[in-house]
């Protein structure tokens, strides 16, 4: 891997960090005691548009999105656009404009590029209450001009395509299901969440039990409170179960292991792996590699096979 892209996502894991941690109802009316004919209520419509430096995307209260999200540069790298196709009507404001003059439910949105490691987000979208499905594709082949991505309470589903992304997506409550690319922050929040992450990417479940599958080089995933279920995969990752009962497994590759606070069970797999259970009953079982293990205080079994 090259070392200007080794350099971006190390700007761009800090900058996503800095994010993430920083239809009404119709009534019938009694006139004269004759029932009136009630008015249907006009669809939710969300709102879009250009705050001067980012796209701002807002969906309605009570509103269920099924939204896809294309972000294209174009030639001398000065403007970026968001094509912006949701299952619901889009107010197009500033800088936004319909590609169909007969479908308002899709929406062009362009924002000047501003610097390349400028720390703001490109475009920020709150889709707020609802079960929520959102596919983001990054056709850009860049992590500077990234996106910030709050999915509000519900049981919303994400999923990235792209080379690399740098997104910051927060699930916020319930039990979402989250798959994000390379230098990705992506934060389950409460419920039962199930994560995904590339190289290079951080992934928080927060309160609930948790799984969460990291992958590529360098990737880490924080469990939280809760029995959570932490995989890696190929390369070196960074594995926290945090608080709670936690499951963990380092898949191949040379990994870090750390239990947290609870019972937890540690398998270091292939790999020359380093493993620690922290308070609590550990199981620390090392696998093939030369690994090293200290359980922390309780009593552990530590095994290395």
């Known amino acids: 891997m090259s070392s200007s892209r080794t350099g971006r996502r190390s700007l761009r894991l800090s900058s996503a960090l800095t994010l993430l941690l920083g239809a009404g109802m119709a009534s019938s009316l009694l006139l004269g005691g004759t029932a009136a004919a009630a008015t249907p209520a006009a669809p939710a419509t969300a709102a879009v ?14 509103q269920t999105n099924d939204v896809t999200v294309t972000a294209t540069i174009n030639d001398d790298s000065s403007r970026i656009t968001y094509l912006i196709d949701d299952s619901v009507p889009i107010g197009a404001g500033t800088d936004c404009a319909y590609p169909s003059a007969t479908d308002r439910t899709k929406v062009a949105c362009t924002v000047g590029t501003l610097e390349s490691q400028d720390p703001y987000p490109a475009l920020r979208m709150s889709l707020g209450d ?6 983001y594709a990054n056709a850009t082949d860049q992590a500077y001009y990234f996106a910030s991505l709050d999915l509000g309470a519900g049981r919303d589903a994400y999923t990235e395509t792209g080379d690399v992304s740098g997104n910051g997506v927060s699930g916020g409550a319930g039990d979402d299901h989250l798959t994000v690319g390379e230098v990705t922050v992506v934060w389950g929040d409460a419920g039962d969440d199930t994560l995904r992450g590339g190289a290079g990417s951080l992934a928080k ?26 995989l890696g995969g190929a390369g070196r990752q960074h594995l926290s179960g945090d608080d709670g009962d936690d499951l963990i497994r380092g898949g191949a590759g040379n990994d870090f292991l750390y239990g947290g606070r609870g019972h937890d069970i540690l398998h270091g797999e292939d790999g020359d792996d380093t493993m620690y259970g922290n308070s609590g009953n550990d199981e620390l079982y090392g696998g093939r590699g030369t690994d090293t293990l200290s359980g922390g205080p309780g009593r552990n079994v530590v095994r290395q096979d």
Request: aromatic fraction near 2%; charge should be negative.
């Open 205 to 230: 479940g927060g309160d609930g039990d948790d799984t969460i599958r990291s992958s590529g080089e360098d990737s880490h995933a924080d469990g939280g409170a809760g029995g959570d279920t932490l």
């Open 49 to 62: 548009a250009s705050d001067g430096r980012a796209i701002v995307y807002t969906a309605a209260p009570g």
């Open 130 to 135: 609802g079960d929520d499905v959102v596919a």
